[in-house]
C-alpha cells in the first residue's frame, strides 16, 4: 500500500534475479544476460524511483489510498499538474520494463535465452506476478482520478505488446526466445484488462481489475510448467531450439502430452485455464467499449497460435533425432509439470473457481 514499500519489495527481488540470471557460470550466455538484465533493470529502477519522488513532491504521499485522495481535490493538484504526469510516466516507463511492455522489452529475449531455464521459468512467473500487481494496484487505487490522462498510454501499449510479441514470436527458432516473446505477448492482455479498469465510473471497471490480475495468475503458472517442459529437454544446457524438440513424443509421450496441454492453454484454447483468462480480458474490453482493443487482442490470439503449434508438429509429427540424448524427467521437474497441467484443465473446466479467485485479487487490489 505504500509507494516505496513496493519499489524495495520489487528491488530485492529484482537483485535476486540479476544474481540468478548469471549464475550458470560455465556459460557465457549466463553471464551476458546477467549483465545485460543488470545494466538496463539499473536504468529502470531510476526510472521508477524518480517518479516516485515526483508523485510525491506532487502531492506529499507515499500512501496508495493518500494519494487518491489528494488527487481527488482539484483545486489542491490541477488537472494539467506538469510535475504530476512526469512522474505518472516515469512510473509507467519503469513498471514497463518490468513486466516487458514493449518497447521497453528488447531485455526479455536475450535474458529469457541466455539464463539457466529454470531461472528463466521463475522469472516469467512469479518475478512477474509482482510486478504485475504492484503496476495495477498503483494505477487503479491511487490514480483513478487521473484515468483519462493514464489510459490512453496504457491502449497504445496495449496494442504495440500485443502486435509486436506475436509478430515476433512466431519467426523465432529457439524455444525460449519463443515462450520470452509470447510472455510479451501476455503481457498486453494484461493491459487489456488494465485498459477497461480505467474507465472509472462504469460498471464494468472493476472486471476489468479482475481479469488482469487473475489472468496474470494463470499465465503464471503456464510459464512456470512450460518452462520446467523446457529444462527437461534442454537437460540444462542451452540446447533449446526447435529441433531440440523433435519427435519428443515418440520417446516420452506422456510428457508430450502435458506439455501440449500447456501449449493449447497459452494459446487459449477452451476448457484450458488460458481460455478463461483472455476470454476475461477480452470481454471487460467489450463491456468498457473498448472495441479496438478487443478485436487487436483476438487477432493477436490467431497469430501466437502458430507459435504453439510450430513446437507441437515438431514433438508430435517430426522424426527424433538418434542422436539426442534420452529425456528423463527429475522429481522437480515431474511434480511442476502435474500441477501445472491439473491448474490449467481444473480451472478450464470449472471457471467458476476463477471468480472466486478474481473476486479474491479484486479485493486486494482495493
Known amino acids: 500500500n505504500d509507494l516505496l514499500a513496493a519499489f524495495l519489495g520489487i528491488e530485492i527481488l529484482s537483485l535476486s534475479?540479476?544474481?540468478?540470471?548469471?549464475?550458470?557460470?560455465?556459460?557465457?550466455?549466463?553471464?551476458?544476460?546477467?549483465?545485460?538484465?543488470?545494466i538496463l533493470g539499473g536504468f529502470a529502477s531510476a526510472f521508477l524511483l524518480y517518479g516516485i519522488a515526483l508523485v510525491y513532491g506532487t502531492t506529499g504521499q507515499t500512501n496508495?489510498?493518500?494519494?487518491?485522495?489528494?488527487?481527488?481535490?482539484?483545486?489542491?493538484?490541477?488537472?494539467?499538474?506538469?510535475?504530476?504526469?512526469?512522474?505518472?510516466?516515469?512510473?509507467?516507463?519503469g513498471f514497463g520494463f518490468k513486466t516487458s511492455l514493449v518497447p521497453f522489452h528488447s531485455w526479455t529475449p536475450d535474458v529469457y535465452q541466455g539464463a539457466p531455464t529454470h531461472v528463466t521459468g521463475f522469472m516469467a512467473s512469479l518475478g512477474k506476478v509482482a510486478a504485475v500487481v504492484a503496476f495495477v494496484r498503483l494505477f487503479v487505487v491511487s490514480f483513478p482520478a487521473r484515468a483519462d490522462d493514464w489510459r490512453p498510454v496504457v491502449f497504445v501499449l496495449a496494442i504495440l505488446t500485443l502486435v509486436v510479441g506475436s509478430v515476433l514470436a512466431i519467426v523465432q527458432t529457439d524455444v525460449k526466445r519463443m515462450l520470452a516473446y509470447s510472455s510479451i505477448s501476455h503481457a498486453g492482455f494484461i493491459l487489456v484488462g488494465l485498459e477497461a479498469a480505467g474507465h472509472i465510473g462504469s460498471p464494468s471497471a472493476i472486471d476489468g481489475v479482475s481479469s488482469a490480475l487473475t489472468y496474470v495468475v494463470l499465465y503464471s503458472v503456464l510459464a512456470l510448467g512450460s518452462f520446467a517442459a523446457v529444462s527437461v529437454i534442454s537437460l540444462g544446457t542451452a540446447a533449446t531450439s526447435l529441433d531440440a524438440f523433435r519427435g519428443v513424443a515418440k520417446r516420452q509421450p506422456v510428457f508430450a502430452l502435458g506439455f501440449t496441454v500447456l501449449l493449447l492453454a497459452q494459446a487459449g484454447v477452451p476448457l484450458t485455464s488460458g481460455f478463461v483468462a483472455k476470454f476475461g480480458v477480452i470481454r471487460a474490453a467489450v463491456s468498457t467499449e473498448s472495441y479496438v482493443l478487443a478485436v487487436v487482442a483476438m487477432v493477436s490470439a490467431v497469430i501466437a497460435a502458430y507459435l504453439y503449434l510450430r513446437i507441437m508438429v515438431s514433438m508430435w509429427l517430426a522424426e527424433p533425432d538418434s542422436s539426442a540424448?534420452?529425456?528423463?524427467?527429475?522429481?522437480?521437474?515431474?511434480?511442476?509439470?502435474?500441477?501445472?497441467?491439473?491448474?490449467?484443465?481444473?480451472?478450464g473446466v470449472l471457471p467458476s473457481f476463477v471468480l472466486d479467485v478474481a473476486d479474491s485479487l479484486t479485493a486486494l487490489a482495493r
Not at 489510498?65 to 516515469?90: F, Y
Not at 534420452?326 to 484443465?345: E, I, N
Open 17 to 38: 534475479l540479476y544474481v540468478l540470471a548469471a549464475s550458470d557460470r560455465r556459460r557465457s550466455a549466463s553471464q551476458e544476460a546477467g549483465l545485460k538484465y543488470f
Open 325 to 347: 540424448a534420452a529425456t528423463t524427467l527429475s522429481l522437480p521437474a515431474r511434480v511442476v509439470l502435474v500441477v501445472s497441467v491439473a491448474v490449467t484443465l481444473i480451472v
Open 64 to 93: 496508495f489510498g493518500g494519494i487518491a485522495t489528494v488527487l481527488a481535490d482539484e483545486v489542491t493538484v490541477p488537472r494539467n499538474d506538469t510535475m504530476l504526469l512526469a512522474g505518472v510516466a516515469l512510473l509507467v516507463v
